[in-house]
């Protein structure tokens, strides 16, 4: 009569069978936890869109004109008309409520970033308008052109035409930021297979300035790591100074990238 013999696990059985129990109960308790903690960032990203949508209608109020006691009250501190160096920008934003002033849905928020203060506005235009009222200059201004008082004035901008505008002034002094210049460099270089060297070169100049730009605005201040980032943009700087003396043969090719009335020693 036949039977079962019975079965005797290995000890080695065994063990391996418990580690893979203990490996699996801690894989279960960290999905766990960040399950917990993907349910945390959800909560907390569901608070902030809360707040943003609490914060629209006060946006929009405060840049269209809305409501006139929500809006700060005029003075000086919503213009630049004192400043000396302003850089400035906008970009431009569809807005679906048809808003008065403006006959259709684009509207272009603009930036003006000085001591002080830093102002954001809304324009129904990308035209000259929106800088001479920040800059508070007028008709008048601009036909003996010269801004108001004989003041100074650098307008670090991109090479928008508007943006161009200020500097036709006696005082007004256009400073044109690294990022288009950098931009128009690239396409040269993409457009001119024999300009992929001197593309290369210029990209990596400008890369040093921002990199040791940005070491000088996080180091504390008077520290010695200061202090080395400064000596390090100076350097980034001379280079520079020295590749446009002696290196703008290829800028030639440029001018067919950059904006009518930019030249590239300007």
Do not use: C
């Amino acid at each position: 009569m036949g039977g079962f013999e019975p079965l005797v696990p290995d000890a080695t059985d065994v063990t391996s069978w418990r580690e893979r129990a203990e490996r699996a109960e801690e894989q279960a308790e960290l999905a766990e936890r960040r399950a917990e903690q993907a349910e945390e960032q959800l909560a907390s990203a569901e608070a902030r869109i809360e707040e943003l949508v609490e914060q629209v209608p006060v946006l929009s109020r405060m840049l269209f004109g809305r409501s006139p006691e929500k809006t700060p009250g005029a003075g000086d501190w919503t213009r630049h008309s004192a400043a000396t160096h302003v850089p400035a920008d906008e970009t431009t934003w569809r807005v679906d409520e048809q808003v008065e002033g403006n006959t259709g849905h684009t509207w272009w928020p603009w930036v003006f970033i000085a001591a002080d203060p830093v102002v954001f506005r809304m324009g129904a235009t990308r035209s000259t308008q929106v800088l001479d009222a920040q800059f508070a200059i007028t008709t008048a201004d601009r036909a003996p052109g010269r801004p108001p008082d004989g003041r100074r004035l650098v307008v670090s901008s991109d090479f928008f035409v508007v943006s161009q505008s200020p500097a036709r002034l006696d005082g007004v002094d256009a400073l044109w930021r690294w990022a288009p210049v950098r931009r128009y460099v690239i396409r040269a270089g993409d457009a001119h297979p024999s300009l992929n060297p001197w593309r290369d070169a210029w990209v990596a100049r400008i890369t040093d300035l921002y990199m040791a730009h940005q070491a000088m605005a996080t180091a504390a201040p008077a520290s010695p790591e200061q202090h080395a980032a400064l000596a390090a943009f100076e350097q980034a700087l001379a280079v520079v100074h020295i590749a446009e003396r002696h290196g703008l043969e290829p800028l030639t090719y440029l001018t067919d990238y950059l904006p009518p009335s930019i030249s590239p020693s300007g």
